[in-house]
């Protein structure tokens, strides 16, 4: 038995001490091996890449066809399952099945309904009859070539390309069935098959049993990083251990990594989850794993440890967090040098546990905003990607374009902001704490009367403040400090995805949030913390009902810089169609503001762009131009061609997919990739459903980007640099689908190209170049077949 079967077979059999498992039905994975072994090179060196390069760009994260998420040697070894996790339709909440979390052995995976698709039997050629290797070889003898010509639409009847395709999942057993029906659905899936030599190399190690391979030991100077911040994280005092439970709750999506070990010119080798553990640092982890990270863990106390990521990284849930020294003492200043008291540590009562100013009352207001806000990438990256991996009744919530400005914490207005809190933290309950099995809309009016009282009393304050105290002007926008490029973000949706970059990117938007932290700590606790992407309808549902309060609050807080006659006028345009109730929320009834900005507003300029220009000049020091086409990331001669498509509108920009990576040839210097959008505009976006109905396609406008902004592509497009002009041109002119048809046909590459997987390498390499610590696989399954 070698050291890393045995090192499994110990974690099995601890874990089934603690828990309770049959150990006689459990079977050694003897797939595994030592990762210096011939065959643990072999899976580490090539197949791994190879996996990465083919498979995972639609294999990973929850939204994986039939579950399988090919991105681990754990996710090939649990196999597939036919329950999708993605089910906006289910009366109860599913059962979990989280990888890494809810199972730990084939056999656990087994009993949850996973089925096997490699060769589990040992004969020599029963590789041939696995599920693995019988899905590849039909796409060899049914090949994407045989329907569609190179770079040619596919045929509609052949593939379910729709965002919530039925997809078939066969066992071993029902694939002949499955091979007849579906005769073009090898894999990849809808793409170019793979080279002879890559299938070649499946083959060799499918028949050598398909070895498997854990990480190689991390080195003394990972361990030594380990050391250090477990220590902090579990030190015995009352406030270290409620400081460390609000850290894990707010970090523990986050892929951590020690920046001071890792080189940042190339892609992130290493990172870290901040898990909880029933055993303490020095110990093996003893996972704790919990519907929700504010769960009941179920016992006396809690340990916060790192523990190794295995997958490779997706980009469409990468949540890059650096660890260094500086962060260190960073969070020491935070939460230790101002005086306060934890006389009790709080519990994990569902009441109490879901509201952060209940559990963390004791820790000031101002640091916990601080910690949320110095961070403010991270922190809003958590709920556009988190644990939704995809989600349109989420994100349905938020408009195609907006920038987001945050409440400067040092403001003198703010010092009652923890006495505050405690006669609101009723009022500030969220939906989650019922659960997500319970019919959480009996108790909707109860949260509607809730936040209309907050905003209420929130607007008795304000007048109050700005009367007696303050003025109200550019001094509540937070400027980072002088150098945090947090303090200013933008937010594009990408129907059901979305990304937040940092800096004021794209023309002036129709609307921008100004978050405080009240609305910061919801929307984690509502979207991140407390989502359950097992959840059942009425749980995804009233999160997105209760996410209309807090958008509508941030539009709130913007509309306040705004002169008095203006905010309602504003309010109105950015909901039309809308009614008077909704609209309250915003502007009237509920949220009102008497005071007037203490900014000289000109007579002859809209008030809201004169605003954003004097956002712009007040923050220009610590704006990011990283995402700007004028910025030195972009050719001068690319610019001046690129710069053509913002000053398309209406019905060119509607014809254009959501979201597509230009990549721009040159022979002399490498390739340039530019991220096209086409922002969608709405007549309002506080309809449940039917967010068609408010679609106004006139008012579509395109932004053009260096870089990579989004995760899941619906259009390629590769062009020689002295064509560029001809492409920004074709674009421009689009009338209808044929005249986009024509687009793609000379400028895209389509599911059908034959250098498609050639293309996808190089866009990969470039990524990884362009951005080491974002960078990540792309999402495949957004392709248009257009």
Request: charged content about 25%; hydrophobic content about 35%.
């Amino acid at each position: 038995m070698n050291g890393v079967v045995l090192k499994k077979y110990l974690a099995l059999l601890f874990s089934c001490l603690l828990m309770g498992c049959d150990i006689a039905q459990e079977s050694i994975p003897d797939r595994y091996m030592a990762s210096n072994s011939e065959h643990g090179k072999l899976y580490q060196q090539q197949i791994r890449p190879l996996l990465d390069q083919r498979c995972v760009v639609c294999h990973g994260c929850y939204d994986a066809p039939c579950q399988l998420n090919l991105a681990s040697a754990q996710g090939i070894d649990r196999g597939a399952n036919s329950q999708p996790v993605y089910n906006g339709t289910r009366l109860t909440a599913a059962s979990l099945t989280r990888l890494f979390e809810d199972a730990q052995s084939v056999g656990e995976w087994r009993k949850k309904g996973f089925y096997s698709v490699l060769n589990e039997k040992q004969d020599e050629q029963s590789w041939q009859n696995s599920l693995f290797y019988r899905i590849l070889e039909l796409d060899r003898l049914n090949p994407l070539s045989k329907v569609a010509g190179d770079n040619e639409v596919i045929p509609d009847e052949l593939f379910d390309f729709s965002l919530n395709a039925d997809h078939v999942c066969a066992n071993i057993d029902q694939f002949d069935r499955y091979a007849q029906t579906h005769p073009y659905r090898g894999m990849p899936y809808g793409l170019p098959g793979l080279q002879p030599d890559e299938f070649q190399l499946l083959k060799h190690w499918l028949r050598a049993g398909s070895p498997l391979t854990e990480l190689p030991e991390l080195d003394a100077s990972y361990q030594h990083q380990i050391h250090i911040w477990e220590a902090f994280l579990n030190n015995d005092t009352s406030k270290h251990q409620l400081v460390a439970r609000y850290i894990y709750e707010h970090l523990f999506l986050g892929h951590l990594y020690f920046s001071e070990l890792e080189d940042s010119k190339s892609a992130i080798k290493t990172y870290f989850k901040i898990v909880r553990s029933r055993t303490p640092p020095g110990q093996a982890t003893s996972l704790i794993s919990t519907r929700r990270p504010y769960d009941d863990p179920q016992v006396d106390r809690v340990y916060y440890r790192l523990q190794r990521v295995q997958n490779t990284i997706t980009t469409k849930n990468h949540l890059p967090y650096a660890l260094n020294q500086e962060r260190l003492k960073r969070y020491k200043t935070l939460f230790f040098d101002k005086p306060y008291h934890v006389s009790e540590l709080p519990g994990y009562e569902p009441e109490t546990a879901s509201n952060p100013f209940k559990t963390f009352a004791a820790i000031p207001a101002h640091s916990r905003y601080r910690f949320m806000l110095e961070h403010a990438h991270f922190t809003i990256n958590g709920f556009i990607k988190g644990s939704v991996c995809r989600g349109q009744v989420a994100l349905n919530v938020i408009n195609d374009h907006f920038w987001v400005f945050f409440v400067n914490p040092d403001q003198e207005a703010l010092d009652n902001i923890d006495q505050f809190l405690r006669t609101q933290s009723d009022r500030l309950d969220i939906p989650s704490k019922n659960e997500s099995t319970v019919d959480i809309l009996e108790h909707w009016p109860e949260y509607a009367k809730s936040q209309a009282t907050y905003l209420r009393e929130k607007s008795a304050v304000l007048n109050k403040v700005l009367k007696d105290k303050s003025a109200l002007n550019l001094d509540w926008i937070w400027n980072g400090d002088g150098y945090n490029q947090n303090a200013a973000l933008t937010v594009f949706r990408h129907f059901d995805s979305a990304t937040v970059i940092q800096g004021l990117v794209g023309q002036p938007p129709k609307t921008a949030w100004l978050i405080d932290y009240p609305i910061l700590e919801r929307i984690h606790y509502l979207l991140v913390a407390g989502f359950d992407v097992y959840g059942n309808i009425v749980h995804q549902l009233s999160t997105r009902l209760y996410m209309d309060f807090l958008r509508m609050e941030s539009e709130f807080n913007f509309l306040t810089l705004l002169p008095g006659e203006t905010r309602s006028a504003l309010r109105d345009y950015w909901y039309r169609g809308a009614s008077d109730i909704v609209k309250d929320y915003v502007y009237g009834q509920h949220a009102n503001l008497l005071a007037e900005p203490d900014i000289k507003y000109p007579e002859n300029k809209s008030a809201k762009s004169y605003l954003y220009s004097q956002l712009q000049q007040s923050l220009s020091r610590i704006l990011s131009d990283r995402y700007e086409l004028d910025s030195a990331f972009t050719p001068k001669q690319h610019r001046r061609i690129l710069s053509r498509l913002h000053e398309i509108q209406g019905n060119p920009a509607s014809l254009l997919p959501e979201l597509g990576f230009l990549t721009v040839i040159d022979k002399n210097q490498d390739d340039k990739i530019y991220t096209i959008l086409r922002n969608s505009a709405h007549s309002h976006i506080a309809t449940l459903l039917n967010e068609e109905s408010n679609r106004m396609p006139e008012e579509d406008y395109i932004t053009v980007m260096p870089g990579f902004v989004g995760a899941f592509p619906d259009a390629l497009w590769r062009v020689e640099a002295a064509s560029l002009a001809d492409f920004v041109a074709s674009i421009t002119n689009l009338k209808n689908e044929d005249d986009y048809s024509r687009l793609m046909y000379r400028y895209g590459i389509r599911r059908s190209n034959n250098n498609f997987w050639q293309h996808s390498d190089r866009l990969h390499e470039a990524f990884r170049h362009y951005d080491p610590v974002e960078y990540g696989i792309l999402d495949y399954s957004r392709i248009e077949n257009r």
